[in-house]
């Protein structure tokens, strides 16, 4: 009988580590990212956990990684859950923005859809920002090309060097993404969704994001188990119809944003 395999990307990211540390008894895990270093911390975490089956790959996704760990996959048994987790940190590069959000997450799903099937649910990792993009917008037919032309340099245009855009932007390409190849996931009986977590981690917020907090209903951040605990019920049977949607994590905060984006008005702060 093949061993259930779970793989992570990300895994130098908090919310991968709590993911981990969720699933880590259900089956192998493999933890991928491009920080090889950082890749046996998080293995030193979940081995004093208890957590024994876990092998890491450094893989740069954005270029040849997603098939060698695809290949790697195959090789520990049958996927039986994916998450791509790499590229939450905010970046100073747009370009490198979209590289880690867009078209790693495009190969990742190219790469891993040969191993699908019915006991298969994937979870991409989008972000509560990405409603914060107006949807009318000339950029909205770029990023459903995916990996067509020239992406990067395209958006780019767009966000005028702008991370912050450039990472709103690149988490509404993940649900669009998701939305659209839902249909071929679904052909294998797999499972695709995306998750899109509220702030979790406010030790350091500008000013913006203060007013965020204050005009969220739950009034804190997240904690990284609260999004894990999402993340496993979509990857788990009890999900079973359900596939192609973005689920939002974030304490209320879009619900408002009506509300709060005009206070962010007020007070002159950019956001879209």
């Known amino acids: 009988m093949m061993k259930d395999v779970y793989v992570i990307t990300g895994a130098s990211e908090t919310l991968a580590i709590a993911l981990a540390k969720h699933i880590g008894q259900k089956g192998t895990l493999l933890l991928a990212d491009s920080c090889g270093k950082c890749l046996e911390q998080a293995k030193a975490q979940l081995l004093q956990e208890g957590i024994r089956h876990v092998y890491t790959e450094t893989a740069d996704l954005a270029s040849e990684g997603a098939a060698h760990l695809a290949e790697k996959t195959a090789e520990l048994g049958q ?107 679904g052909q294998k009986g797999a499972r695709l969704n995306s998750v899109s977590p509220g702030m ?50 974030d304490g209320g905060t879009i619900a408002n944003y009506p509300r709060m984006k005009a206070a962010m008005s007020q007070k002159k702060m950019k956001r879209f």
Do not use: C
């Open 79 to 185: 996927l039986r859950g994916l998450v791509h987790a790499a590229g939450l940190s905010n970046a100073n590069d747009s370009k490198r923005q979209m590289a880690d959000h867009v078209i790693g997450m495009s190969r990742m799903l190219d790469a891993f859809l040969p191993l699908a099937d019915e006991t298969t649910s994937a979870v991409m990792v989008s972000s509560m920002t990405a409603y914060m993009v107006p949807q009318n917008g000339q950029y909205m037919d770029v990023l459903k090309q995916q990996l067509a032309g020239k992406l990067e340099e395209t958006l780019n245009q767009f966000t005028q060097g702008d991370a912050g855009a450039a990472s709103s932007m690149a988490k509404l390409a993940v649900q669009l993404i998701v939305e659209d190849q839902a249909w071929a996931w």
């Open 200 to 249: 979790m981690d406010a030790a350091d917020a500008y000013e913006d994001i203060q007013t965020m907090l204050e005009h969220t209903p739950l009034r804190r951040t997240a904690e990284p188990e609260e999004i894990a605990s999402a993340i496993e019920f979509l990857l788990s049977d009890a999900a079973s119809y359900i596939t192609g949607i973005d689920l939002r994590i």
